[in-house]
């Protein structure tokens, strides 16, 4: 099983939809969770840090579920420059004590006038 | 403050030659990485460093070497050029994760593009 996983898309949304997508990660361990949104041929940018509790940026909300082991991404009212590839990112202590991060495979969002 | 700067933007490699790509940050961070990222797909690490002098592999290192002889320099060198590089090329730093800044984990330059024909 992949540390990280998401499913890659696309996703083809109308304007104005509401969309949400999960990422799944493996290691029960893991600390701190973050979405990161990538466009065509730019780097990843972070979007949303993704607390215990829930958290909500906007149009965006971002949940855990320690017990099933995966986080979400919710986005209301989707506007064409949503469209883009979300990436999750799971951090999680090495053997090492030092964090050891990583990425997603990004699933991809398209919005449609 | 410039973040992360990478070097060069693009390039275009023949098989078999070798290259540094540039890579520094001006954010005193102590962590900086190295992934590649293929059309279509994630990001892989291929290198990380967690301060000056110390360096690991990630998960796809074959074929490339790093240093880092000063915190904000993390320079990645391609020795024998082969195809399968080909890739965008993203440079990161950061904070150690529990550290300051644990809400941003990851700064990321704006990439290098290549191609080796």
């Known amino acids: 099983r992949k540390e990280v996983e998401q499913d890659p898309g696309p996703f083809n949304v109308p304007e104005g939809a509401t969309v949400a997508f999960n990422c799944t990660y493996s290691n029960s361990a893991s600390q701190s969770f973050f979405w990161y949104r990538q466009d065509c041929r730019k780097e990843p940018k972070l979007l949303m840090s993704v607390y215990s509790s829930g958290n909500e940026d906007g149009r965006f909300t971002a949940q855990l579920n320690r017990a099933s082991q995966y986080i979400s991404l919710l986005i209301r009212d989707s506007k064409l420059s949503d469209s883009a590839t979300y990436l999750c990112?799971?951090?999680?202590?090495?053997?090492?004590?030092?964090?050891?991060?990583?990425f997603g495979t990004g699933t991809r969002l398209t919005i449609i006038p | 403050n410039a973040g992360v700067t990478q070097t060069p933007k693009f390039r275009i490699l023949k098989i078999g030659q070798s290259m540094t790509l540039q890579c520094t940050q001006d954010?005193?961070?102590?962590?900086m990485y190295w992934y590649r990222q293929d059309p279509g797909m994630g990001l892989k690490l291929i290198y990380y460093?967690?301060?000056?002098?110390?360096?690991d592999k990630g998960e796809v290192p074959n074929g490339y070497n790093v240093s880092r002889s000063t915190t904000e320099d993390f320079p990645l060198r391609l020795e024998l050029a082969a195809p399968s590089q080909t890739s965008v090329y993203f440079c990161?730093?950061?904070?150690?994760?529990?550290?300051?800044?644990?809400?941003?984990?990851?700064?990321f330059g704006d990439g290098t593009r290549l191609s080796i024909l």
């Open positions: 954010m005193n961070h102590n962590y």
């Open positions: 990112v799971v951090i999680q202590e090495s053997n090492f004590g030092n964090e050891k991060l990583t």
């Open positions: 460093s967690v301060g000056a002098g110390i360096t």
């Open positions: 990161a730093s950061s904070y150690p994760l529990e550290g300051v800044n644990s809400n941003q984990p990851q700064h």
